[in-house]
């Protein structure tokens, strides 16, 4: 089972950035799957959430009407397009899938996003 981030990097204030976690290893259309972030010093937290059916998804108040996320059940894929980012948006920015047991939850290695000008 794994998920593999990519798409981070440094962009200016104001930029975009699309995120893409790539899933292997089990049914991806079965579950809920859900972008985090950890900036330094700052717990992990959670940036938006999508159900196994895809659809508009949840997100933390700190992102909506400026992230998005979505997924493609055939690719096995979740993104995350992150428009007009500010510098607070830095962070490693995790996948995560919740399996039921015994696998449980599994996370991504992270891909790290800079805003800065």
């Known amino acids: 089972v794994h998920l593999v981030e990519s798409g981070g990097g440094l962009v200016q204030p104001g930029g975009s950035l699309r995120l893409s976690c790539a899933a292997s290893?089990?049914?991806?259309?079965?579950?809920?799957m859900s972008w985090y972030r950890q900036a330094p010093g700052k717990e992990r937290e959670l940036v938006a959430t999508?159900?196994?059916?895809?659809?508009?998804?949840n997100y933390a108040d700190s992102v909506k009407a400026r992230f998005t996320i979505s997924r493609d059940n055939a690719k096995m894929t979740v993104d995350l397009q992150m428009n007009s980012l500010k510098p607070e948006d830095t962070a490693v920015y995790y996948c995560?899938?919740?399996?039921?047991?015994?696998?449980?939850?599994?996370w991504g290695q992270g891909t790290q996003v800079t805003v800065s000008s």
């Open positions: 995560k899938a919740d399996l039921p047991y015994p696998r449980g939850t599994i």
């Open positions: 999508i159900s196994d059916a895809g659809g508009s998804g």
């Open positions: 290893g089990f049914t991806f259309r079965r579950y809920v």
